[in-house]
C-alpha cells in the first residue's frame, strides 16, 4: 500500500512492497510514463524505491527540483546526511554506493569546501582550448566515420556516439586514446548500478589513479595536471574523484545527447526540413532533445537536513531525494503544449541547477554538435535505414539509452585528414580489392601526426553539401 500523502517512505510502519521500484521492469520500458503516473497519483513529490528497501522521494514538478537544486541549506548534496546509510541500512556492497556514497569532490559539498572544489575544477575545465577540443572532436570523428563509411551502413550507437565521448575525454584528461575502449565500458556498467558496478568503478579509479600519479611527475597541458597545481590545493584523492566525476557524467550524458540528437534529426520531419530549409541551426536541436529527452531522466541526490515540507509532502531529516530532471521537464505546470519547439530556450532542468549545476555542459555540447556536424557532413545522404518503430531503448534508474541506430548511405572513401572533404563523393561502384592486413594492423589508419596541426574544416552546414553532391550527380 503506497504511504499517504504526509508519511515518508523512510519512516513508514509498512513495508515498501507497495512502493514504485526505479530498479523494476516498469521503468525500465517506460520511464516517462512511470513519471506521469506517479504525478498523477501523488502529484509534484512522489515516494519511490531503490531496490527493496531503500526508500527515496522522487521529484517531478519543475519548480520543486529548482527548489531543492537551489536550496543547499535545507536540501544537502552531502550524502552524510543519508538516514539509512548512518542507521547502517545500506549494505557495503550496494551497487547504489558508486553513485550516491559520500567522496571528497564537489557534488558532495556545501558550502566553503564546495567552493573550494569547485573552483579547481571550474578554473581548470576553463582552461580548456575551445577551439583545440572542437580540433579533436573532428579529428575523432573523422576517424571514426573512415571505420564504416566505405560500406554503406553503420550503426552509429555502439560505433559512434557511445565511442567519441570517451576519446574527446581521455584528450582533455591527458589520457592515451587506447584507454577509451575500456573505460567506455565501466563507466556504463556502474552508473547503471549493475550487480558489477563496484568492480567496474574500481577499475575506473585505479586507471585515474594511475594518471594522476604520473601527472604529478610529468605534468602536460591537461585537466589532470590543471586540478593538480591549482591554488585549491587539492589532495590526490581529490583530483582523483573529480577526474572521476569528469568521466561519468561526461561520458554518459554526451552519449545519450548525441544518440538522442541524431534520432531526431533522422526521424522528425519537422526538424529534417527545418534543418534543411535553414531555419533551424543544429544547437537549436540539441537544446530541444535536452527539453524532451534529457541525458539523464533522474539525478542522485539530495539529502533532507532537517524535517521540512515539499510538494505537499512531509520530508524527514537524512531523506533521500532523486532529481527529476525528465519529468520535471515536462511538467504541465511550465508546458502545458509539449508540442511547441522549445530550441534557443536553455531553461530546461537538463543539466540541473543551483550551485550544483553541470560545470561542463559546454563541452558536452560542443561534442554533440560539432561531431554530428562533422558526421553530416560526411555523409550528407544519411538516413534510417529500419522503421522507426523498431527503435529499443533501455532505462536504468538514472537514463534511458537508444540500443541501436542503424542508418544507411552511398558508401564513400575514407577521408585521409581531416580537411579532405573528397569523402563527401560517392565510391566508385567497384570498389578496389582492399590489402591483407596483419592480426594488429589498424586498417584505414589516419596521419595522426599530420592531422593534429590541422585547423578545423570550414562548418559547411551538411544540407548545403548534400545540395552540391546532388547538384554534382545530375549534371
Same mark, same amino acid.
Request: glycine share 8%; charged share 25%; aromatic share 6%.
Given at each position: 500500500?503506497?504511504?499517504?500523502?504526509?508519511?515518508?517512505?523512510?519512516?513508514?510502519?509498512?513495508?515498501?512492497?507497495?512502493?514504485?521500484?526505479?530498479?523494476?521492469?516498469?521503468?525500465?520500458?517506460?520511464?516517462?510514463?512511470?513519471?506521469?503516473?506517479?504525478?498523477?497519483?501523488? =502529484?509534484?513529490?512522489?515516494?519511490?524505491?531503490?531496490?527493496?528497501?531503500? #526508500?527515496?522521494?522522487?521529484?517531478?514538478?519543475?519548480?520543486?527540483?529548482?527548489?531543492?537544486?537551489?536550496? #543547499?541549506?535545507?536540501?544537502?548534496?552531502?550524502?552524510?546526511?543519508?538516514?539509512?546509510?548512518?542507521?547502517?541500512?545500506?549494505?557495503?556492497?550496494?551497487?547504489?554506493?558508486?553513485?550516491?556514497?559520500?567522496?571528497?569532490?564537489?557534488?558532495?559539498?556545501?558550502?566553503?569546501?564546495?567552493?573550494?572544489?569547485?573552483?579547481?575544477?571550474?578554473?581548470?575545465?576553463?582552461?580548456?582550448?575551445?577551439?583545440?577540443?572542437?580540433?579533436?572532436?573532428?579529428?575523432?570523428?573523422?576517424?571514426?566515420?573512415?571505420?564504416?563509411?566505405?560500406?554503406?551502413?553503420?550503426?552509429?550507437?555502439?560505433?559512434?556516439?557511445?565511442?567519441?565521448?570517451?576519446?574527446?575525454?581521455?584528450?582533455?584528461?591527458?589520457?592515451?586514446?587506447?584507454?577509451?575502449?575500456?573505460?567506455?565500458?565501466?563507466?556504463?556498467?556502474?552508473?547503471?548500478?549493475?550487480?558489477?558496478?563496484?568492480?567496474?568503478?574500481?577499475?575506473?579509479?585505479?586507471?585515474?589513479?594511475? +594518471?594522476?600519479?604520473?601527472?604529478?611527475?610529468?605534468?602536460?597541458?591537461?585537466?589532470?595536471?590543471?586540478?593538480?597545481?591549482?591554488?585549491?590545493?587539492?589532495?590526490?584523492?581529490?583530483?582523483?574523484?573529480?577526474?572521476?566525476?569528469?568521466? +561519468?557524467?561526461?561520458?554518459?550524458?554526451?552519449?545519450?545527447?548525441?544518440?538522442?540528437?541524431?534520432?531526431?534529426?533522422?526521424?522528425?520531419?519537422?526538424?529534417?526540413?527545418?534543418?534543411?530549409?535553414?531555419?533551424?541551426?543544429?544547437?537549436?536541436?540539441?537544446?530541444?532533445?535536452?527539453?524532451?529527452? #534529457?541525458?539523464?531522466?533522474?539525478?542522485?541526490?539530495?539529502?533532507?537536513?532537517?524535517?521540512?515540507?515539499?510538494?505537499?509532502?512531509?520530508?524527514?531529516?537524512?531523506?533521500?531525494?532523486?532529481?527529476?530532471?525528465?519529468?520535471?521537464?515536462?511538467?504541465?505546470?511550465?508546458?502545458?503544449?509539449?508540442?511547441?519547439?522549445?530550441?534557443?530556450?536553455?531553461?530546461?532542468?537538463?543539466?540541473?541547477? =543551483?550551485?550544483?549545476?553541470?560545470?561542463?555542459?559546454?563541452?558536452?555540447?560542443?561534442?554533440?554538435?560539432?561531431?554530428?556536424?562533422?558526421?553530416?557532413?560526411? @555523409?550528407?545522404?544519411?538516413?534510417?535505414?529500419?522503421?522507426?518503430?523498431?527503435?529499443?531503448?533501455?532505462?536504468?534508474?538514472?537514463?534511458?539509452? +537508444?540500443?541501436?541506430?542503424?542508418?544507411?548511405?552511398?558508401?564513400?572513401?575514407?577521408?585521409?585528414?581531416?580537411?579532405?572533404?573528397?569523402? @563527401?563523393?560517392?565510391?566508385?561502384?567497384?570498389?578496389?580489392?582492399?590489402?591483407?592486413?596483419?592480426?594488429?594492423?589498424?586498417?584505414?589508419?589516419?596521419?595522426?601526426?599530420?592531422?593534429?596541426?590541422?585547423?578545423?574544416?570550414?562548418?559547411?552546414?551538411?544540407?548545403?553539401?548534400?545540395?552540391?553532391?546532388?547538384?554534382?550527380?545530375?549534371?
Amino acid at each position: 500500500m503506497t504511504p499517504p500523502p504526509d508519511q515518508c517512505p523512510a519512516h513508514a510502519q509498512s513495508p515498501l512492497a507497495g512502493v514504485v521500484d526505479l530498479f523494476g521492469s516498469e521503468n525500465e520500458k517506460d520511464p516517462m510514463g512511470l513519471y506521469e503516473r506517479l504525478r498523477t497519483e501523488h =502529484g509534484p513529490v512522489a515516494p519511490v524505491r531503490l531496490g527493496d528497501d531503500v #526508500p527515496a522521494w522522487l521529484l517531478l514538478g519543475y519548480r520543486e527540483n529548482l527548489e531543492v537544486a537551489r536550496t #543547499p541549506s535545507r536540501f544537502s548534496r552531502d550524502s552524510r546526511y543519508w538516514s539509512a546509510w548512518a542507521e547502517g541500512r545500506i549494505p557495503d556492497d550496494s551497487p547504489l554506493l558508486p553513485v550516491v556514497g559520500w567522496q571528497p569532490m564537489c557534488t558532495f559539498a556545501d558550502g566553503d569546501e564546495h567552493e573550494r572544489l569547485r573552483a579547481a575544477l571550474t578554473d581548470s575545465m576553463n582552461r580548456v582550448d575551445r577551439r583545440g577540443i572542437r580540433r579533436h572532436i573532428t579529428r575523432f570523428t573523422h576517424r571514426l566515420v573512415n571505420e564504416f563509411c566505405a560500406e554503406g551502413q553503420a550503426e552509429l550507437v555502439t560505433g559512434f556516439a557511445q565511442r567519441l565521448p570517451m576519446l574527446v575525454l581521455t584528450q582533455v584528461l591527458g589520457m592515451p586514446d587506447e584507454y577509451g575502449p575500456r573505460l567506455v565500458e565501466a563507466t556504463r556498467d556502474l552508473m547503471k548500478g549493475s550487480d558489477t558496478a563496484l568492480r567496474s568503478d574500481r577499475y575506473v579509479t585505479d586507471t585515474l589513479r594511475h +594518471l594522476v600519479e604520473r601527472k604529478r611527475a610529468e605534468p602536460g597541458e591537461d585537466l589532470a595536471s590543471w586540478l593538480l597545481g591549482h591554488p585549491s590545493e587539492l589532495t590526490e584523492e581529490e583530483v582523483v574523484q573529480h577526474l572521476r566525476l569528469v568521466l +561519468l557524467t561526461g561520458n554518459e550524458t554526451t552519449t545519450n545527447l548525441m544518440a538522442n540528437t541524431l534520432r531526431m534529426v533522422l526521424t522528425d520531419p519537422r526538424f529534417r526540413a527545418s534543418l534543411a530549409g535553414g531555419h533551424m541551426t543544429l544547437p537549436d536541436v540539441i537544446e530541444h532533445v535536452l527539453w524532451n529527452e #534529457p541525458p539523464l531522466t533522474v539525478v542522485p541526490g539530495r539529502w533532507a537536513t532537517g524535517d521540512t515540507e515539499l510538494g505537499g509532502r512531509r520530508i524527514k531529516a537524512g531523506d533521500m531525494l532523486l532529481l527529476g530532471l525528465a519529468a520535471g521537464n515536462v511538467d504541465p505546470a511550465i508546458r502545458p503544449d509539449l508540442g511547441a519547439p522549445m530550441y534557443g530556450n536553455r531553461s530546461h532542468l537538463s543539466f540541473s541547477g =543551483g550551485p550544483h549545476e553541470c560545470p561542463g555542459q559546454d563541452i558536452g555540447r560542443a561534442i554533440a554538435d560539432t561531431a554530428i556536424d562533422t558526421l553530416l557532413l560526411r @555523409l550528407p545522404d544519411l538516413r534510417l535505414d529500419v522503421p522507426e518503430t523498431e527503435l529499443n531503448w533501455v532505462a536504468s534508474w538514472i537514463s534511458r539509452h +537508444l540500443v541501436a541506430l542503424p542508418v544507411a548511405f552511398m558508401p564513400r572513401r575514407p577521408a585521409t585528414d581531416p580537411v579532405d572533404t573528397s569523402g @563527401l563523393l560517392p565510391a566508385p561502384r567497384t570498389r578496389p580489392a582492399r590489402a591483407v592486413l596483419a592480426d594488429d594492423e589498424e586498417a584505414l589508419p589516419v596521419d595522426e601526426a599530420a592531422t593534429a596541426a590541422m585547423p578545423p574544416p570550414a562548418r559547411v552546414p551538411w544540407w548545403t553539401a548534400l545540395w552540391r553532391w546532388l547538384r554534382g550527380t545530375a549534371s
